[in-house]
């Protein structure tokens, strides 16, 4: 079999590992006087992990003692509760009738007069008593807005249905509901009476007809009440903002921000995706004494005109105005990493491990949630020997059904980009959009099929494929059948190039390792890279690559040899998003 250029017989064996730069720490120690490796350009910040990486978690679950002390008190405050406030509901669904009754039903028209009047001001009033009875103490700050002043009211951080005390402070505004909760007994006609825009999951138009419903409201000048809106779509810890949706923002007209605090040494409010249960809340909240809650009004943020042209300008703007105020990050989570942690828990995952910061993701990496979604099975299956929900060096190499070698190890330090020794879910999904996915071309693929197909008859065999991959990984006696056999899909003990093609379209990681193995065999041979990086200890020279690059990008060096030849333009690197944040 013929040696070709830039590959070295067993010539990978003798160093190990690399450093990646922003904080990637390098395995092993390399031969004598060989330098650390330094990727030509640091990390890109904007795919720094967030401040608050799990948001959707209950912060503090109840000791043991507190919920002695629950129990305790809930024996003696529980009964005449729960007796006041079913008195209370049954008397709001009575007057919502009444203020309904002859009303055309949908609230295509809105309520006027005596109807409006009543909502604003009796079920206002039962509302108000309604969380005196639960034990809530509310205190106030800043100026309660008008209709005509800000039509739209934006609340957050939104974290419990106890939020809902915002409604009897601002006059019983309209809200944004699922279509099904107008149906339910009692609540429905108390719901029907503040006239909420209602979303149906049935309709495939529901988005757009919802931010066309919103909108209209919002520009009738006063002839429709209020809207109230929780940006976050989504309820949290309080320990952030996470994205706001720009259903709020879509009319570019004024709106109030309102803060909600909940400063109780017990919390018994949070209602996350991890944590405690609806009813398990309401229960304890009912048990307590006291439960304190502050709602503060902000100033009426009026939008510039490129607000009002780009409701996800206005959207930040009045985020970052919030969480300030709050004293506390943002971050880019949103409801689709909620799904996806429902999927991480049923793929026997932990469910934090499905958090990816979805907003950013998706927008600089072009992903769609169902994308996403199937990378976390390939995830789960590879992350299935492991605890914690996450990939180390050992699941990496038994998924490509490889030894560890310094090729390996170059690669396992480009996807862990934390430098922590292991890859989650983020890592992953980051890794193989701006790693392996660009790497993987038509290409790139036709390269490296011409260097395993040695007699150049079109099909690789079993021993071509060995010697290959053994030379590459310097493992003279690594047994690669297994590998083989799955790409050899017909099963003729020959690979043709559409198996070779459609197995790589499928696996884009191995794309990526042939390109590291060609960049890792031109640096250990000592080659002088005309595209600006030295062998040895020589700094990293700004390059025609380099110079050209955008700040942020990962560009890694592109070997040259029979293969890849020099002069060619074709740049198999891997190139991250030029986006900033």
């Not at 009303?103 to 005596?114: D, E, F, T």
Request: net charge neutral.
């Amino acid at each position: 079999m013929r040696n070709r250029p830039g590959w070295r017989r067993g010539g990978s064996s003798g160093s190990s590992g690399s450093s990646s730069s922003g904080g990637g720490s390098g395995g092993g120690s390399g031969s004598s006087g060989m330098a650390k490796r330094v990727l030509p350009l640091p990390r890109q910040r904007s795919f720094t992990a967030p401040i608050v990486p799990n948001p959707f978690v209950h912060p503090r679950p109840l000791s043991a003692g507190d919920k002695l002390r629950t129990v305790l008190q809930g024996i003696i405050l529980l009964p005449p509760r729960a007796i006041c406030i079913a008195s209370l509901v049954l008397l709001a669904w009575l007057l919502a009738s009444i203020a309904t009754f002859g009303h055309p039903a949908k609230g295509s028209v809105p309520l006027k007069g005596w109807r409006r009047r009543m909502i604003q001001t009796t079920l206002s009033c039962l509302t108000r008593t309604l969380f005196f009875v639960m034990g809530f103490q509310v205190k106030v700050k800043g100026k309660i807005a008008g209709l005509l002043e800000a039509p739209v009211v934006v609340a957050a951080p939104h974290s419990s249905f106890f939020d809902a005390i915002i409604s009897a402070l601002t006059g019983m505004p309209s809200v944004v509901s699922r279509a099904e909760n107008l149906s339910t007994p009692v609540f429905g006609t108390i719901l029907s009476s503040i006239q909420p825009v209602s979303v149906s999951r049935q309709d495939p138009d529901s988005r757009k007809n919802t931010a066309a419903e919103i909108t209209k409201r919002a520009l009738s000048r006063g002839q429709w009440p209020q809207i109230l809106i929780f940006p976050e779509g989504t309820c949290t810890n309080r320990s952030c903002l996470i994205t706001f949706k720009q259903g709020a923002f879509l009319p570019g007209v004024p709106v109030q921000p309102v803060l909600l605090r909940y400063p109780n040494r017990v919390d018994t409010v949070t209602w996350t995706w991890q944590g405690y249960s609806g009813t398990e809340l309401l229960l304890m909240t009912l048990c307590q004494l006291y439960t304190r809650v502050e709602v503060e009004f902000l100033p009426v943020h009026v939008p510039t005109e490129e607000e009002k042209n780009d409701p996800i300008i206005f959207a930040d703007r009045v985020r970052q105005t919030m969480a300030t105020a709050l004293n506390v990050p943002v971050t880019d989570h949103t409801f689709e990493d909620c799904r996806l942690m429902i999927s991480a828990g049923q793929l026997t995952l932990p469910m934090e491990a499905g958090l990816v910061e979805f907003t950013k993701i998706s927008k600089k990496l072009n992903l769609k949630w169902n994308h996403v979604r199937e990378q976390l099975d390939t995830f789960a299956a590879i992350a299935s020997a492991s605890k914690g929900g996450r990939i180390g060096i050992e699941e990496f190499a038994e998924y490509l059904k490889l030894p560890i070698s310094d090729v390996l190890r170059e690669l396992f330090l480009l996807f862990d980009r934390n430098g922590d020794g292991t890859i989650d879910f983020r890592e992953y999904v980051i890794g193989l959009s701006i790693l392996c996915n660009p790497a993987n071309t038509e290409e790139t693929i036709r390269m490296a099929f011409k260097l395993f197909d040695a007699d150049e008859d079109g099909t690789v065999t079993e021993e071509e494929f060995a010697h290959i991959i053994q030379a590459a990984l310097g493992v003279p006696d690594l047994d690669v059948s297994v590998l083989f056999k799955e790409i050899d899909a017909d099963e003729t003990k020959k690979l043709s190039y559409d198996e070779f093609k459609n197995y790589a379209l499928t696996h884009p990681v191995y794309a990526k390792l042939f390109t590291t193995y060609l960049e890792l065999q031109r640096y250990h041979s000592g080659m002088l890279d005309e595209d600006g990086i030295e062998s040895n200890d020589s700094p990293v020279k700004e390059s025609p690559v380099t110079k050209n690059a955008a700040p942020g990008s990962e560009t890694t060096p592109m070997a040259r040899n029979k293969v890849c030849p020099e002069g060619n333009d074709e740049d198999y690197s891997c190139t991250s998003d030029k986006k900033d944040d």
